[in-house]
């Protein structure tokens, strides 16, 4: 096997060790764990030390070590480790001896043992150091080897899995040009005559077209070969229908089979202009976009593929069509998910370049390794027909001196070097961290060498820059949930600007409360831009981390016609109190009409919609109409009422000026009597790599969830799997945070079920003192 994954029976070891003591057989202090693995997620939060940035994470020193043992039929071939990601500063040794070091955190990188490595039957030891050390994140990075590690044997006559390049041009929907890009490579001493089939092949394996062609190499070198193979009446990969073709190589030499190849890519084209804004197989395509970070919510940054899958999943069902990856390159299996999926991709490189945000942060790298992150980012991501756009930056400080205007410059030189197919871009923030520059005169240096220009929180200047710049293709890079009806607007109205990315379409881990929404008692100060302890989770998301769609999402599903209306209800702010949102927050509203206690009490009722008038009812009973809001541009596409509780029906109707109408209801429900389990999966392979999210709700008798009550849960497993995590979505639920006796928040929490590699099924035994007993079982196929 030419690449096999590396992922069990490693041993870790929590803080530094000396140089001699690295494979030093006594184990006290180390224990067992799979890969991915991420320490600071397992530290409870009463013995963490971090800050409000990182959600309170521990970071440190941990060291990882597994044995292997070359195989006869290997001892000739290269050995390489592959690491997808290990956070950060990591180290790579093997028998004693220092192989690698690779700063970035985010970046996947290759690792050559084979000079390191004993003879074949001999035992190999490797160990792998990885430095979370000093304030070097701005949001929870996790720590460790958060995401695969692979080893790969190949022949010294062999292919380079990253030489591939596979880019297409539509002639007519009846023609397709692909043209591949390869790498051989002859590492022996003697010159070879080689063979190398080229097969296309489309999403249901068939055979599309073939090609084989015959190469020379000299010894000791490698030869890049450019081919071209016309596709007959290709299907194009799309959002709608994101098809998927194959290009596979096999490398033949002496009547041996060297090397193979498989790599997936699709057939599309893309074009960005400020006359037709962004073309996506030749149709105009609005970014109903979102930002996110990496981690995976209850599982921290461990990047198992199921998880990875999902995040693409939840912001495909929520008519997301569009993900900025925040800050940094995301993991192979989130961009293979949003190829299948359908999800257009921005692939972002660095949060900061030579000046720093944080005083250990990547910074202290940036002048030796951006060349080489850079090539990592491209080399593994160009075959994906998601990636739309490379970010080269997010709020780069030194993005308008000199120095930034030929640092910008360089990166999309090396851009350009691997792929010059998609558009260089960047996020590009207001001068509050360079306060004697202002937009008009600086920005046009921040842009000078983008193709495609990211905005941060500057929707007022699209139109502005629009008119100033008539060439200039313009997105809103970050934007918050309170203006969204702002920035919607302008993109539907201007060609040239051509998205929007809400921060963020997913909660995550660290900036914790940096979308609260929280009560403050008159008299006292506004709370800063971040919430301490308990907090621990941003809460400025779309959706939350257990998967479920928060209130301010309302908005959303009206702007992007996915809903004709909805409603919220606000939650009465006390006696004496203030309501204090902050900038990336939203009220504290729900889509609920259960407030016991509220008898009598006059609620705030928000109705968002495009109808131009709104009625409401309650109990039957027409109690108000109103125009949805026209002129406040924040305001717009909602209308409120007040509204005296009582309990029963709320029902909110829009009417369209040709008669037309649409109604959402809000009920109040009754008491919980049990305990609801629904799996989104009921089948799992026998993999560590899947998973099952298992949701858990308190519901009445009508199967409705009552999201004003809550219970402590307590989760057993058995059979053939285990309790990976659980908990609630609460942003300030330390305890029921990956607890295994979580408390339901409004309602609701999740438990992440993962199988063992046997056959067989697994039970999900949930308990609550109040609401009865509930089983869920899972097959492990």
Not at 78 to 102: A, P, Q, T
Not at 379 to 401: A, C, F, K, T, Y
Request: charged residues 25%; aromatic residues 12%; hydrophobic residues 35%.
């Amino acid at each position: 096997m030419r690449k096999r994954l590396f992922d069990d029976s490693w041993s870790f070891y929590y803080g530094d060790l000396e140089n001699d003591k690295i494979f030093d057989p006594d184990t006290t202090g180390w224990r067992k764990v799979d890969l991915p693995h991420d320490w600071s997620i397992e530290m409870p939060f009463a013995e963490r030390e971090g800050g409000i940035a990182v959600g309170h994470a521990q970071g440190g020193t941990g060291w990882y070590r597994k044995t292997f043992v070359v195989q006869k039929n290997d001892s000739e071939k290269r050995k390489i480790l592959y690491f997808e990601g290990v956070y950060m500063e990591s180290e790579v040794w093997i028998n004693n001896k220092k192989v690698s070091f690779h700063p970035y955190g985010y970046t996947s990188f290759f690792c050559d043992i084979t000079k390191f490595c004993n003879p074949a039957g001999k035992e190999n030891i490797i160990a792998v150091k990885a430095k979370n050390e000093g304030r070097n994140s701005r949001w929870y990075s996790g720590s460790g080897i958060y995401r695969h590690v692979w080893l790969i044997t190949k022949d010294k006559l062999h292919l380079d899995e990253w030489g591939v390049f596979a880019t297409s041009e539509i002639i007519s929907p009846e023609k397709a040009i692909v043209k591949i890009t390869f790498d051989v490579f002859n590492e022996y001493n003697n010159p070879v005559e080689t063979q190398v089939a080229i097969t296309i092949k489309d999403d249901s394996g068939n055979i599309v077209e073939t090609k084989k062609i015959n190469i020379s190499l000299d010894p000791l070198e490698p030869k890049t070969i450019n081919e071209s193979i016309s596709v007959s009446n290709p299907t194009l990969w799309s959002i709608d229908s994101p098809t998927l073709y194959s290009t596979e190589l096999k490398l033949e030499s002496d009547g041996r089979i060297k090397d193979e190849l498989s790599i997936p890519f699709g057939i599309r084209s893309i074009s960005f202009s400020a006359k037709e804004g962004f073309l996506l197989n030749g149709k105009p395509v609005k970014l109903k976009g979102g930002c996110i970070h990496h981690d995976n919510g209850l599982l921290g940054a461990v990047a198992l593929d199921r998880a990875e899958e999902r995040k693409a999943e939840l912001l495909k069902v929520n008519g997301f069509n569009a993900v900025r990856c925040a800050h940094n390159p995301p993991s192979e299996k989130f961009l293979e998910a949003c190829d299948r999926l359908g999800l257009l991709v921005i692939d972002e490189a660095f949060d900061q370049w030579q000046k720093q945000k944080n005083s250990n942060d990547y910074h202290r790298f940036f002048d030796e390794w951006y060349e080489k992150d850079l090539a990592s980012m491209v080399l593994r991501d160009r075959n994906h027909p998601s990636v739309i756009m490379w970010s080269i930056g997010n709020e780069i400080q030194e993005r308008s001196d000199s120095s930034g205007i030929e640092i910008a410059k360089g990166i999309k030189t090396v851009i350009r070097k691997y792929d010059s197919t998609r558009p260089v871009t960047a996020a590009v923030n207001d001068y509050w961290d360079n306060p004697q520059l202002k937009w008009e005169t600086a920005s046009p240096f921040a842009f000078e060498h983008l193709d495609v220009c990211g905005y941060n929180y500057m929707w007022w200047e699209y139109e502005n820059d629009a008119k100033l710049y008539p060439a200039r293709i313009i997105y809103g890079s970050e934007t918050t949930a309170m203006e969204r009806a702002a920035n919607w607007d302008l993109v539907e109205k201007y060609p040239q600007i051509i998205g929007d990315f809400i921060w963020t379409a997913l909660d995550y881990l660290g900036e914790s409360g940096i979308g609260h929404a929280i009560n403050v008692k008159n008299g006292e100060k506004d709370p800063l831009m971040f919430l301490d302890r308990p907090w621990f989770n941003a809460w400025c998301g779309d959706i939350d981390i257990c998967g479920n769609k928060k209130p301010q999402a309302a908005l959303r599903d009206i702007l992007w016609n996915n809903s004709k209306i909805e409603m919220l209800v606000h939650n009465p702010v006390p006696d004496g109190y203030r309501e204090k949102i902050s900038y990336w927050g939203w009220p504290d509203e729900e889509a609920s009409w259960n407030w016991k206690g509220c008898e009598g009490v006059t609620m705030n009722v928000k109705v968002y919609t495009r109808y131009p008038f709104v009625r409401l009812y309650l109990n039957g009973k027409q109690i108000a109409g109103k125009e949805t809001e026209k002129t406040d541009r924040l305001k717009r596409y909602s209308t409120n009422f007040q509204v005296s509780y009582e309990p029963g029906e709320l029902k909110a109707v829009g009417l369209g000026r040709d008669g037309e109408e649409e109604s959402i209801t809000l009920a109040t429900t009754v008491e919980p009597v049990k305990v609801r389990l629904t799996a989104d999966r009921a089948t799992l392979k026998k993999s560590k790599n899947d998973l099952s999210y298992i949701s858990i709700e308190l519901v009445d008798k009508n199967s409705h969830i009552v999201t004003d009550h809550d219970a402590i849960l307590e989760l057993s497993v058995s059979g053939n799997g285990k309790l990976l995590a659980a908990g609630n979505a609460c942003p300030y639920d330390m305890e029921s945070f990956r607890s295994t006796t979580p408390k339901t928040f409004k309602g609701r929490a999740l438990a992440i079920i993962q199988p063992i590699e046997t056959k067989g099924s697994i039970l999900l035994h949930v308990k609550t003192e109040k609401y009865g007993e509930e089983d869920i079982s899972i097959t492990v196929d």
